[in-house]
């Protein structure tokens, strides 16, 4: 088996709208860019980072033009960057890591900055391109140049402790009208704390709240649902200990500070999108999960298709020790329906694709409506505990696969783009950034969306470390229309 320990290492190298060889043929039709993001240095001072999610933020580009690819990729300028190399180590805590040292440990307690190494995902708001992570703070950078800008707010006054990685952009009413309202998540620490649905209509840079929940404990939520009545969060029992994140003691990080009671079950909260009421709150099964892939209704139910773990060791399993060691030693996710009634409060689960798959995307133009297809990451494994060396294309009504694998490679999310005109939910291709162990390289392999036959691929210059999100932009010149 390949060694997958090298997306681990870090890369300081930065290369600029570098032409990249490739093999096969790439669509002349694709003419936009992929904006990817996820980290790429794991060591901050001569402190090294606990864990995948704490890496420094790198963005990286991939444009295209008459079947050409070149290749960008650039640190983002955060404080925690410049703190990181400029060898004073961190000054906030990440997810798993905290400064190390008494004097840094306490003042990053008694001022609790949260961190602005936006390294998890990308999106729009208004003109402007932004890098998000799980806190609210938010990074502007050019989407031609990746460049920074510096940091970005809203025009609005809303705050919170948390902030969902994973707005859900709603589709215009029509398809050639574009995209729709951005739907974000915030949640607040306090006496009560509060979840906040957030709606950023679309070209606009202010948030409404459509909807304050109040409760008596933070579920962790990476992802949410939307469908056109609805805002469904997805509160698994992996709960934020308040006291042992808030203790200067215990110098725990937000990681230490989670706590698994599968004895709660799950909890599924409906927003009514209508007036932001609370619909129906909802009972499910303990699981745990990041990513749902699509959410609508079919007559008076709510279906969600999430991507689900027994239980929430997923998360330590991805520590830098372990990962670096060679020693990851967890299953992948099953693809799991789950149907809510929300007039009644009964919900129906079933396994729709079992187990190997992690980071499902669909058709974008299909969220929040019944739809064919996810795109995911697949293992092989008959234990399914190794890295993703696959990509799978999953019917959702038939559970049926076409599968993309290959022992050398470690493919990350695939991300569908439609043929300009296709209606096809499959018509276009899917892009993925691999990791190829025998030529120590990485490469944007680009498949053909209905059977999943490589194309073509585009080699890089070095091991890029294996990211997390991104999006695909019609625009080559900027990322005003996204695909």
Known sequence: MADYRLGFRSLDEERSAADLPVEGSVPEWLDGALLRNGPARFEAGGQHLD?????????RRFAFADGRVTYTNRFLRTEAYDRAMGDRGLGTAEFATSPSGLVSGLAAWLVPTPTDNTNVNVMLAGDRTIALTETPRYTAFDPVTLETDGEWTFADDLDGHLSCAHPVVVPGEERSSGLGPTFTLLTTFGRTHEYSVTRLPAGATSREVLA???TDRVGYMHSFAVTPSYVVLIEPPLYVNLPSLLNPLTGSSFFDALSWRP??????LVVDRADGSLAAEIEGPPFFYFHQANAYETGDAVVLDVVTFEDASVVSAL??????AGAFSHPMGDLTRFRLDPEAETI???????GHLSLPRV????????????????????DRIEFPTGLRKIDVETGEAITYD?????????????????????????????????????????LDAETFDQLAIAWLPHVLPFDFHGQYVRSIESAASRG
């Open 319 to 324: 520590s830098l020790s372990d990962l670096e």
């Open 263 to 268: 004895r709660h079950g799950s909890r599924f």
């Open 212 to 214: 304050s929940i109040e």
């Open 406 to 446: 290959d022992p050398d490679r470690y493919c990350g999310e695939p991300v569908f783009v439609p043929r300009p005109d296709g209606e096809r939910e499959d018509d276009g291709v899917v892009l993925s950034v691999v990791l190829d162990t025998t030529r120590e390289e990485s490469g944007l392999l680009v």
């Open 348 to 354: 129906e689960e079933e396994t729709r694709f079992a």
């Open 51 to 59: 864990h995948w999610f704490d890496g420094l933020a790198m963005v």
């Open 363 to 382: 058709d974008e133009r299909r969220l929040t409506r019944p739809y064919s297809y996810v795109y995911a990451q697949g293992a092989t494994g008959a």
